[in-house]
């Protein structure tokens, strides 16, 4: 038996992590901000799948937070052997639209949580020889669209930097890079979704199968789907001036800024 960490673990992309690697028989520790959520998907997970299921209320924008969840990941009486960086936000609005407060706070989960929760596990794993971490970016990563794609970019070079670093340790590393997926991410950013088009949507339980298929094969890097591979193909042919233009009108339109 197995424990997988999981942050952002009570909605969307953590909390489909959370289902299939409990009925695949992995113990948890769920992390969120929201104690009563968790507790709810503590229980119900144990109840269905049988595994044991820990919470851990953090906030992973405070420095508390972030030093209580490296402390879970170093303990080495419970190690942990699958750590899954899932927590993440958006803003909404054009640069100098958002506060330099918010910007920071996003660097803060989306880089500084993912460099330390990712270095306090994988010391315990290159010992023990094995595990693996995954850290979800973000097709956003290979686009100009602000800090949000920017912070996204940094997780992917990060990740696939350190994978390379750990090559035959029994380590594995993977940046997972989803396009949009059915969750509560554009709701909590206060953005519209009618006008994005229906198949541009991802199923958050499909996402995670293939991104744990991904992992398995060693890939340091998951775009988990035909129609944003194709996409980002595209991305890498067309002009960088052009690819500004039309994915700032977009991302005004359709995701975060």
């Known amino acids: 038996m197995t424990t997988a960490l999981i942050t952002g673990a009570t909605a969307g992309i953590g909390a489909a992590f959370a289902r299939r690697l409990a009925k695949d028989g992995h113990d948890l520790v769920l992390v969120a901000r929201d104690t009563g959520r968790l507790q709810a998907a503590a229980t119900e997970l144990h109840d269905r799948h049988g595994v044991e299921v820990e919470v851990l209320a953090a906030d992973l924008s405070e420095e508390d937070g972030i030093s209580s969840v490296e402390r879970r990941l170093t303990d080495g009486r419970t190690p942990v052997d699958l750590l899954v960086n899932n927590a993440g936000f958006g803003n909404k609005?054009?640069?100098?639209?958002?506060?330099?407060?918010?910007?920071?706070?996003?660097?803060?989960?989306?880089?500084?949580?993912?460099?330390?929760?990712t270095s306090a596990a994988v010391g315990g794993m290159k010992e023990r020889g094995r595990g693996g971490v995954v850290n979800v970016a973000s097709v956003a990563a290979f686009v100009p669209r602000g800090t949000y794609g920017a912070s996204k970019a940094w997780v992917?070079?990060?990740?696939?930097?350190?994978?390379?670093?750990?090559?035959g340790t029994g380590v594995r590393l993977m940046a997972l890079c989803p396009g949009f997926v059915r969750t509560e991410f554009h709701e909590r950013a206060g953005m519209g979704t009618d006008n994005i088009p229906g198949w541009m949507w991802l199923d958050a339980d499909k996402l995670v199968t293939a991104a744990l298929a991904d992992l398995s094969r060693g890939k340091s890097l998951s775009v988990p789907d035909p129609r944003y591979k194709v996409l980002m193909g595209a991305v890498k042919l067309a002009p960088r001036g052009l690819l500004g233009g039309v994915t700032s009108r977009t991302g005004r339109k359709y995701g975060p800024q």
Request: hydrophobic fraction near 50%; charge should be negative; glycine fraction near 6%.
């Open 156 to 167: 992917v070079q990060f990740t696939q930097g350190v994978a390379r670093d750990l090559t």
């Open 93 to 117: 609005g054009r640069f100098l639209e958002v506060s330099m407060a918010d910007e920071l706070t996003m660097l803060k989960v989306h880089c500084e949580a993912v460099l330390r929760l």
